[in-house]
């Protein structure tokens, strides 16, 4: 993705099942689940780069010792810096015990975060504010420690007022900004009822009922209680991704299948997926369960996962991303009239790489057909350099756009800013033929064009090619999301720009304002949830008109090549992605009510001319 989009928080969940000095003695550290975590983190680290936290629990503590622990950054490497803040810890008690790595029960008393129960986070700000204070896990402490809980996700909520009121809290002004802060009030609301009616025989089952029947929103999230129990949920509709893996030694969940393989390296069909609705809850003895806690609604697993977030390396997202390139390439050959021979491909780095291997199959099989076609028809006419010749043709292939190092916006002048967009990519000169070449170049997804107009269109046209294709694996990207990707403001989306312009062009502005009447009518009826308005403004409109227009959009005034854009089909999207039909960024379909509250409101802002979050 070109565009820059907060995107997902990634999970990570270790639960020790043996004592520290089985793992001292089997893998040669007391560290094992420090090290796995970190190690699991870093292989989500694709998932969050604005901070990241982690927060322990120690089991059987002696009464008035501290048994749960966190420490959060958002320093530039905030991974690293956790793990060095930990590592610097036990060096300095080092200092004063050399041995004291080989003394399980000495490094569990004297170092904070080397718990059985462990919990990493790496975020995201999607609230669009990088604030330590809302780096998760998130703590809520208690003199009893069954009402100490830690707890982070993968998630939006987009109901958090009503929760707030629910539980019958006013929120403060940090609070007010974070879904977490209010599933955690809910959480901790329910975990003192539970505990109040079965001290001593908390039932997080229960608990967990209770709470996510509130819920609107999508979520993938890890929990932490200070006796010793554990628990990660997945919402009903799956919209957020979870995995877990189990053995006699350690419990564990993340975000991502790929990164609890490569972490303990075990095969595909060793992690499992955390079916929607249900939860993975660990209790004090290391005994866990898979419970349903709500029941499984229609699965709207996000299709973004698979287009853009989560890691390439994992089997059928990698399957998935060369599908959804290999879709496309009949309709870039039709677009290029399937001239190869004055074609170059290339891709945008680094995520639409998988993509372009599907598109460059798509051309190499499409070739085949035609040497195949071409040999045949000679007969016995044609000589071993004709012959040759027709065998080696070959896609062509360049590198044409490089990224360079992350460019800072450190200078606050709008023109020296822009010039700086326009250097986040460079070209490979001398790989395309002045005047004859067609240049086509696949991206993942085109968000709001920022990019492609300022810097990688005015790049490409450096080369002067005879025209400029830009390729998008995602379909167009219509509605804003609100269950874990910060995408919520209308005006952001080149395509909801191209059709405002459109019916703007056409005079038909009624239609907007008619819409607008509409929204703020339910919204009086308090009916906000109730359907999707906004598909109205797309609705007088082709895909290819939107398409059109996008490309006008998308070329800077001082570029005079012709500048095209072919967007993914909706229904080559679901069967590239079968398992994955959460599709309402493309679509409007969302899967919870709050989505349609959601979008409504991100219009009516747009009407009012508020520059504000939908949610």
């Given at each position: ?13 270790i ?35 604005d ?12 009464p ?7 420490i ?17 810890e036990?060096?300095?008690?080092e200092?004063?015990?050399?041995e004291?790595k ?5 490094m ?9 129960l ?12 990088n604030?330590?204070?809302?780096c ?6 208690h ?6 809980l ?21 929120p ?14 809910v959480v ?12 001593e025989?908390?039932?997080i ?5 209770k ?7 999508g979520?993938?999230?890890?929990g932490?209680i200070?006796?010793g129990?554990?628990?990660v ?11 877990y ?7 564990v ?13 075990v ?11 249900h ?6 003895d ?7 806690i709500?029941?499984p609604?229609?699965?709207?697993a996000?299709?973004f996962e ?8 994992d089997k059928?997202i990698?399957r ?8 496309l390439?009949?309709h870039v050959l039709?677009?290029?009239?399937h001239?190869?021979?004055n ?6 780095p ?6 372009f ?18 040999i045949t ?5 044609y000589d ?5 010749e ?5 896609i ?5 756009a ?6 800072r ?11 700086l967009?326009q250097h986040?990519?460079d ?34 046209s ?9 390729v ?8 804003p999301d609100?269950?874990?990707?910060d995408m919520?403001?209308?005006n ?14 056409q ?10 009447n ?5 919204e ?12 109205g403004?797309?609705k007088?409109?082709t895909?290819?008109d ?7 959009l ?5 570029v ?14 679901h069967e ?13 379909n969302?899967?919870t ?18 520059n504000?979050?939908?949610?």
């Amino acid at each position: 993705m070109s565009d820059p989009v907060k995107h997902e928080c990634g999970l990570a969940f270790i639960r020790l099942r043996k004592p520290f000095s089985y793992y001292l003695q089997q893998y040669g550290t007391v560290m094992y689940g420090l090290n796995k975590l970190y190690l699991l983190m870093e292989k989500q680290h694709n998932r969050g780069q604005d901070g990241a936290g982690i927060a322990t629990v120690k089991l059987d503590t002696e009464p008035g010792y501290p048994f749960m622990h966190r420490i959060r950054s958002i320093e530039t490497m905030a991974i690293a810096d956790l793990f060095r803040q930990v590592s610097e810890e036990i060096a300095g008690l080092e200092k004063y015990q050399p041995e004291l790595k080989k003394h399980p029960g000495l490094m569990k008393g004297n170092v904070r975060f080397l718990g059985e129960l462990l919990l990493g986070h790496l975020r995201y700000g999607t609230q669009g504010r990088n604030n330590v204070e809302f780096c998760h896990p998130f703590i809520k402490c208690h003199t009893i420690p069954a009402l100490n809980l830690a707890l982070a996700g993968n998630f939006n909520l987009v109901n958090t007022e009503e929760l707030f009121a629910l539980v019958n809290i006013e929120p403060g002004v940090f609070q007010k900004q974070s879904d977490l802060a209010a599933m955690m009030e809910v959480v901790h609301h329910f975990l003192v009822k539970e505990d109040e009616q079965h001290p001593e025989r908390l039932d997080i089952v229960n608990v967990l009922k209770k709470s996510a029947s509130l819920f609107d929103g999508g979520y993938h999230v890890g929990g932490l209680i200070g006796n010793g129990d554990s628990f990660v949920l997945r919402d009903a509709h799956g919209i957020r991704p979870s995995y877990y893996y189990i053995t006699d030694d350690v419990i564990v969940a993340a975000s991502e299948r790929a990164a609890i393989r490569t972490t303990f390296n075990v095969g595909e069909n060793e992690v499992k997926e955390l079916m929607p609705g249900h939860a993975l809850i660990v209790r004090a003895d290391g005994s866990y369960q898979i419970e349903q806690i709500i029941e499984p609604k229609e699965r709207k697993a996000c299709s973004f996962e698979r287009i853009y977030f989560s890691r390439g390396n994992d089997k059928k997202i990698y399957r998935e991303r060369t599908a959804l390139g290999n879709h496309l390439s009949n309709h870039v050959l039709k677009a290029i009239d399937h001239d190869l021979k004055n074609t170059v491909f290339s891709f945008i780095p680094n995520t639409a790489e998988v993509a372009f291997y599907g598109l460059l199959k798509g051309m190499e099989d499409y070739l085949n057909k035609i040497k195949v076609q071409r040999i045949t028809s000679w007969g016995k006419d044609y000589d071993e350099e004709k012959l040759a010749e027709m065998i080696n043709r070959r896609i062509r292939v360049e590198k044409i756009a490089n990224k360079d190092v992350k460019m800072r916006t450190f200078i606050t002048e709008d023109v020296s800013r822009n010039e700086l967009v326009q250097h986040v990519y460079d070209i490979t000169y001398g790989s395309i033929r002045k005047g004859e070449d067609t240049v086509v170049v696949i991206d993942d997804s085109i968000v709001r064009g920022t990019t492609l107009r300022e810097s990688i269109i005015k790049m490409l046209s450096r080369l002067e090619p005879k025209r400029i294709i830009i390729v998008s694996s995602a379909p167009q990207i219509r509605y804003p999301d609100c269950y874990g990707i910060d995408m919520s403001k209308m005006n952001d989306f080149i395509a909801f720009q191209a059709a405002i312009l459109l019916i703007r062009e056409q005079k038909s502005d009624y239609i907007l304002q008619d819409l607008y009447n509409k929204c703020r009518e339910l919204e009086r009826n308090n009916q906000l949830h109730t359907e999707n308005v906004v598909r109205g403004v797309y609705k007088p409109f082709t895909a290819e008109d939107i398409s059109k227009k996008i490309a006008q959009l998308i070329t800077p005034p001082d570029v005079s090549i012709p500048v095209d854009v072919i967007y993914q089909t909706i229904e080559d999207l679901h069967e590239s992605c079968p398992t994955n039909t959460g599709d309402w960024y493309f679509t409007g379909n969302y899967p919870t009510p709050g989505g349609n509250r959601v979008v409504n409101k991100a219009f009516i802002n747009f009407m009012e001319g508020k520059n504000i979050r939908g949610y």
